[in-house]
């Protein structure tokens, strides 16, 4: 199998061809490895049922027993609990940053230190989110993991 990268500017979202005469079982096996990114979640907003690509939400939260999930510039109410979307998309990016919000890695722009040990999320769509200081070596674990570093 070959793998060809190709940078094109201006795109609006980034995207994955695969070309194939017959799937083999090193395909296969990249395939799998995708599937988990390229799930959908679902939810309401404004009474309306969506689906959302998991790859599109920026983080989760709970606030009054509801969970909400946050993309780019809306607000899904999901059925999902924080415990659960840990379980199911954990492998995927996704961690938890505090006892109400989970965060997708994927859309970290930048860390910050805070006040009493707190760290200052800042995101792509220039939301920034608190963790608490107990889910820092949690945190910490999963970013490393993701970028393909080992534990020290």
Excluded: W
Aim: charged residues 35%; aromatic residues 10%; glycine residues 6%.
């Amino acid at each position: 199998m070959r793998f060809i990268k190709t940078r094109e500017e201006d795109l609006e979202e980034n995207y994955l061809e695969l070309h194939y005469d017959e799937i083999d079982e090193e395909t296969a096996a990249v395939l799998e490895r995708l599937r988990p990114a390229l799930k959908y979640i679902e939810g309401t907003t404004d009474g309306k049922r969506l689906t959302v690509p998991l790859a599109d939400m920026y983080y989760f939260e709970t606030v009054d027993r509801k969970t909400f999930g946050y993309t780019k510039n809306s607000c899904v109410e999901v059925k999902e609990t924080l415990q659960g979307i840990i379980d199911e998309y954990e492998k995927v990016g996704f961690v938890r940053i505090s006892k109400s919000a989970v965060v997708n890695l994927y859309k970290i722009k930048k860390l910050q230190g805070d006040l009493n040990m707190r760290t200052l999320i800042f995101l792509k769509n220039d939301e920034c989110l608190v963790m608490n200081r107990g889910y820092r070596a949690e945190f910490y674990a999963a970013l490393n993991k993701l970028q393909g570093r080992k534990k020290a």
